[in-house]
């Protein structure tokens, strides 16, 4: 059995229904002089039985283990574009921090038996810059994802804005929110940034901070807003 299919031991075909008269329509049609070959209850057919599990066993361990290492890649490939992003690091670094750490790892595993797995597991890591910023984008959307369900978990939040300016000198609004659940837990997270492109006035903050909730329907049924201040202080709901 794999999985949930029978696999003949033989030609290693997959039967979708395992059921015994599917099993023996198909020994018989296709393997006829089986029997013959190798006489039921002899010495020699359960030899060749056995040798025919151990084989099915060893592919199924082969894929198995390649599976395996083809997650254990892909993490690690999450981990270092983090590492890059935390860093503030261009995403093409990533093929840099792969060549750095295939060169020490020829050093630091001179000495092991399975230096050359080592070695082939570190080159097999995605690392250029499409990927990197495909992993970025990817862990961005997760935690998009988790901020926004802890919204709808919460018991309430509240909302602070503040100001700032980008390298182009674009004005940006920051929105923080901090949830509180109902284990009395809090948590806060930068919910979003707004770009000010024309005036900075009240008004356009309010109107930009109440587009934003209509695009993304915050419930604002249980939120208190914080002003904008030189330091601005956190308000309870």
């Not at 283990?65 to 670094?93: G, L, M, P, Y």
């Amino acid at each position: 059995m794999s999985f949930s299919k029978c696999v003949c031991l033989i030609c290693q075909s997959t039967i979708a229904i395992p059921k015994k008269g599917n099993v023996e329509r198909h020994f018989r049609t296709v393997h006829g002089k089986y029997d013959t070959d190798f006489p039921p209850k002899s010495e020699l057919r359960k030899r060749k039985v056995k040798e025919l599990k151990s084989q099915l066993s060893g592919q199924q361990s082969f894929f198995t283990q390649h599976t395996s290492k083809a997650k254990a890649a892909t993490e690690a490939s999450f981990r270092v574009s983090h590492v890059i992003v935390n860093n503030k690091k261009s995403f093409q670094d990533g093929e840099m921090v792969k060549e750095a750490f295939v060169e020490a790892a020829d050093s630091l595993f001179r000495d092991f038996k399975n230096k050359a797995e080592i070695l082939s597991s570190i080159k097999a890591l995605q690392l250029s810059r499409s990927t990197v910023t495909r992993r970025c984008e990817a862990t961005a959307e997760d935690l998009t994802q988790q901020m926004w369900k802890d919204i709808g978990d919460c018991e309430c939040f509240s909302l602070q804005l503040d100001e700032s300016t980008d390298v182009s000198d674009t004005a940006q609004m920051c929105i923080f929110i901090r949830m509180v659940f109902s284990d009395i837990t809090a948590k806060e997270e930068l919910l979003t940034v707004l770009p000010m492109k024309e005036q900075t006035r009240g008004e356009d903050i309010f109107q930009s901070f109440k587009n934003f909730i209509e695009k993304t329907q915050l419930p604002v049924y249980n939120w208190c807003l914080s002003p904008r201040m030189e330091h601005p202080q956190w308000l309870a709901a």
